[in-house]
């Protein structure tokens, strides 16, 4: 059985459509996305690399994801108007963690959208993972400077638990 998808109060959790590949390209090309991201490949920034993945997301949302071994990838859509926000995510990193990641677009930055995602997104990991008997913190790793960043990691629940040399880690337990 696939996944579901799921909502929030104003948010849809999808996976990706094949016509998502412009979006998705241009949201990877913003600048404020490429300022956090810098260390990436050039060729995450192409279209054969975004309709990869998007191909890619639609073959995991085909069955019912292990976020043990896996990244869960959810495309985000605003409810009201249906266009495609951002993107949240949750895989397994190490031992007792699950990370998180989130990216909102920039026209949609400052509205609250990256906070009620990373909610949404936490309480479904942490549904997965009582399904399956791991007791995991999901943990987020923001750059020190990225403060809207930190701050929706705080505003969704997360504690500050280590600063490494670039890097805040929070963690949320249930």
């Not at 701050?151 to 929070?170: D, I, M």
Request: glycine share 6%.
């Amino acid at each position: 059985m696939g996944n579901a998808i799921f909502e929030s109060e104003r948010l849809v959790y999808r996976p990706y459509k094949i016509n998502d590949v412009e979006t998705l390209v241009n949201f990877r090309n913003e600048p404020s996305r490429r300022k956090w991201f810098y260390f990436q490949e050039p060729d995450i920034l192409t279209y054969k690399t975004a309709e990869k993945h998007i191909a890619d997301n639609i073959a995991l949302w085909s069955r019912s994801v292990d976020i043990l071994k896996e990244e869960a990838g959810f495309a985000i859509v605003l409810k009201t108007t249906n266009e495609l926000i951002g993107y949240v995510g949750l895989g397994k990193v190490r031992c007792n963690d699950v990370e998180i990641g989130y990216e909102i677009g920039e026209k949609f930055q400052g509205n609250g959208y990256a906070t009620e995602a990373v909610k949404a997104a936490t309480e479904w990991g942490f549904n997965k993972l009582n399904e399956v008997g791991a007791e995991m913190k999901i943990v987020c790793k923001v750059e020190h400077e990225n403060l809207p960043s930190c701050r929706v990691a705080e505003n969704a629940g997360f504690s500050l638990t280590q600063k490494e040399k670039y890097l805040s880690v929070y963690q949320l337990i249930k």
